[in-house]
C-alpha cells in the first residue's frame, strides 16, 4: 500500500491534520484509527464547551468530532478503522486489523496524532489494598457516557485535573455522592471555570494539599485515608480524614501516546514527555509531524485542531517539495517557565508563529518577555497566570526578524 500521506490517529488532531493536507492538494491520505470509529477522545465528553474557537459555537465533543468527520467524508482521504500500528520505520509503516491482516504501507509523510493516556494508580503508587472500585476518571468517564454503566455509589477522586472535575458533576448528576476532590498541590490542576460549574455548583469539597494515603478494602473498595501535605509533598502525622467510599476516581494527569515515536528514533522532550517539533509541527525525522496531545497535553481541543492544521498544510508543503528548510533556533525556557512548543524553530516562516506554553507556579501581573542574546525582541503583558491554564504567545514578522540565534522565554515581574 501506497499514500502521498498517513495520519496515525482518528481523534480531534488526525481528522483535521487530514483534512487540512486535502485542502492544500494532497489526495492520496489515509488516517489509520484503532478505534472502531473516528473521533477519539472527544466520543465520550458528552459535556459541552467545545468548539467556541473553531466553529463559534458551543458543541459537545461528538459534536464536534462529527464535523471533522462530516467534512473528510466528503474527500478522497481513506480510512482504516480497528487497526493497530505496530512500528514505523523511516516512512514506512507496519499495522494489522482484522480483515487486511498485517500491512506494510509506504508515505511520503507521517503525521502523528496518537493522543494521550492517563496516568494510573500504578504510576503514582498509592498505598494500600487492590480492591475493585479504583478507576481512572477517563475509563469511569468511557463506561458511563458510552457503555451505560454506573461505577459507584460513594465516589472521592483523587486529582483535580479537568476530566475529575467533569466527571465529579457527571458522577453528582447521575446520582452518586461525590464526597471530596482531593489535590496534592496548593492549586488546582483544572480549568477555573470547571471548578466553578463542577465543584462550587454542587457543594463538593475540593482538599487542597492533600493526598490519599491508604486505599482499604476487600473485594471492593471500602474507604480511604486521606492527609495533608507538607510543601515537600509528604504527608503529615496527624492530619489523616478517613472517608467511606466505594469508588476512587483517579485524574493524576495524562502522558502523550509515544511509543511508537520511540520506536521511530524520533526526539522526545522530557518535560512534556511529548514530542520535539518546530513551528512546522516537524519532528526530528524530516518528513514526520505531529500535533496534538502527542506533543503536549491540551486545555482546548480548538488549539488542537490549530496544531493539527499547521501540520496538514507543512506535510502538504513537504509531499509537494515545497518545504523551505531554515537556520536551527532553540527555543530555550527561563524563569517560571515549564515547557514551550514549539521547542525548535527553523526562522523559514514569513507569518507569524504562536509558542504555547505552561508556568510552574500560579503567578500575577507578570510578563512573557523573549530574550535573543541578552536583547528583549517581546514581552506580554499577563495578568494572571496559572499552570492549569496552557498560554499562548504570537510572535509577529517584526518580532521573527529580530531573532538571530537561541531565544529564552521567560517571565519577569509586569509593571
Partial sequence: MTYDLVVVGGGPAG????????NNGIESILIIERDMEL?????QCIHNGFGLHTFKEELTGPEYAERFID??????????????????????IYAMNPIDGYMEIESKAIILAMGCRERTRGAIYVPGDRPAGVFTAGAAQRYI??????????????????IGLIMARRMTLEGAKVKAVIELMPYSNGLNRNIVQCLEDYDIPLYLS????????????????????????KPI?????????????????LIPENELSKQAGLQIDTRTNGLVVNETMQTSNEGIFACGNVLHVHDLVDFVTQEAQ?????????IKDEYKKGTSVKVKNGKGITYTVPQNMNTISKESIRVFMRVSTPSYHQKIVVNCGGKEIASFKKKTLLPAEMQSIVLTKEHL??????????????K
Fill in 15 to 22: 481528522l483535521a491534520a487530514a483534512y487540512e493536507a486535502f
Fill in 39 to 43: 473521533g477519539g477522545i472527544l466520543n
Fill in 71 to 92: 467534512k473528510i467524508t466528503d474527500t478522497s482521504i481513506e480510512v482504516k478503522l480497528d487497526t493497530m500500528v505496530l512500528d514505523i520505520k523511516e516512512k514506512t
Fill in 145 to 162: 457516557n458510552i457503555e451505560g454503566y454506573m461505577v459507584g455509589k460513594e465516589v472521592v477522586i483523587l486529582g483535580s485535573g479537568d
Fill in 210 to 233: 492533600h493526598t490519599v494515603t491508604q486505599i482499604i478494602g476487600k473485594t471492593r473498595l471500602e474507604k480511604i485515608v486521606v492527609s495533608q501535605v507538607d510543601d515537600n509533598k
Fill in 237 to 253: 502525622k496527624g492530619t489523616e480524614k478517613t472517608f467511606t467510599c466505594d469508588t476512587l476516581l483517579l485524574s493524576v494527569g
Fill in 310 to 318: 499547521t501540520a496538514g498544510k507543512y506535510a502538504a508543503s513537504y
Fill in 401 to 414: 526578524a529580530a531573532i538571530e540565534g537561541d531565544i529564552t522565554i521567560y517571565l519577569e515581574e509586569g
